[in-house]
């Protein structure tokens, strides 16, 4: 299955919070470090499943699930996977790019007024003017990887906190 397919199975009928995230992970890995295989681990996105009060010691399949009942959606700023390229300047370029292409997506996301928490600098970057201009509060949250994890948990419990 493709990563949007896979996003798709825990896609809740309503979402209350929105996580927007940078790309997903480098397809060479196939979808194994995903946040939405069930069939792998969190690795460091399981901030995310504990930050909205759900142990992901109950298995992932149920954590996702548990995530999708509580109105919880991520999706990537872009499909192209940028964390392995070597030249780190291409890397904000096609994540602005990408938004471009996922703005229709994201909009499709947003009726129901949802809270936005954005992760890591190039998704906010790419991201937070237009959906300000479109009128939705954007909270940043650092990317949960290579030491910030739990950085990131305190940042989206407090972001929720402001949740309406």
């Known amino acids: ?3 949007a397919e896979l996003r798709r199975l825990y896609k809740p009928k309503k979402i209350k919070t929105l996580f927007i995230g940078e790309s997903p ?17 969190f690795g460091n996105f ?11 010691k109950i298995g992932k399949a149920d954590a996702l699930r548990a995530f999708m009942e509580a109105g919880c959606f991520l999706i990537d700023v872009t499909e192209t996977p940028v964390d392995k390229l070597v030249d780190a300047k291409q890397r904000p370029v096609l994540v602005r790019q990408g938004f471009v292409v996922q703005l229709d997506e994201i909009k499709l996301l ?6 936005v928490i954005v992760l890591g600098r190039m998704a906010e ?14 909270h940043y949250a650092h990317l949960p990887s290579q030491g910030w994890q739990n950085k990131s948990l305190t940042m989206i419990r407090e972001a929720l906190l402001h949740q309406s």
């Open 110 to 115: 947003l009726p129901d007024r949802p809270t």
């Open 125 to 138: 970057a790419a991201c937070r003017s237009m959906l300000e201009q479109m009128g939705h509060t954007v």
């Open 25 to 41: 992970p480098d397809p060479s890995q196939g979808n194994l470090n995903y946040f939405y295989n069930a069939s792998s681990s």
């Open 1 to 3: 299955m493709t990563t």
């Open 46 to 56: 399981g901030c995310l499943i504990r930050a909205v009060g759900i142990d992901p």
